[in-house]
């Protein structure tokens, strides 16, 4: 069961690599980079803050996993996905990933997403309405901690962009 949680984790991770991370990181590199172009370096813009750090570093990543799988957990549809899972442990290597991902001091690796859901698909029918509880719980976490809508909605969009790996479709 421990293997299902970790699968389930990771679509949440990619969106907000592919969509906040990514991004960050461009920028931050198209930054630095003209700034070592610059005759005046007075004139350089600073580096922009990771994304662990613009959340709130790793008091808001605790509070984020903590409230994601309280909802999960609760939710009578979705988790028989976790019913074998030890969730202290899986918290702790969730909070870690999600602290590396979002360019924390952490380390972390991992299966791939559509090899790491396969046996969820095939075994338990993980589908597309469980996707859709993932989301609204996601959304629901998001809310809580006071991130505003447009950002949620980019996030959502971007968790929802990797439906078909999870789903191995």
Do not use: C, W
Request: net charge negative; proline share 2%; glycine share 6%.
């Amino acid at each position: 069961m421990e293997q299902q949680l970790t699968a389930f984790i990771y679509p949440l991770i990619l969106f907000f690599v592919l969509g906040v991370i990514v991004p960050i990181l461009l920028a931050g590199a198209a930054d630095k980079a003209t700034s070592r172009n610059d005759v005046d370096t007075q004139s350089a813009q600073p580096a922009e803050q990771s994304l662990y750090d613009q959340l709130g570093g790793a008091a808001a990543i605790d509070a984020a996993v903590d409230i994601f799988y309280r909802r999960v957990l609760s939710d009578a549809y979705i988790k028989v996905f976790f019913e074998d899972t030890d969730m202290v442990r899986q918290a702790q290597k969730q909070k870690a990933f999600l602290t590396m991902v979002f360019g924390g001091p952490n380390n972390y690796t991992g299966m791939d997403m559509r090899e790491g859901h396969k046996h969820l698909v095939e075994k338990m029918g993980l589908n597309d309405s469980h996707f859709e509880h993932v989301l609204a719980h996601l959304r629901s976490t998001l809310a809580e901690l006071g991130v505003g809508e447009e950002k949620v909605a980019e996030i959502i969009a971007i968790a929802d962009s990797v439906r078909d790996d999870v789903l191995n479709r």
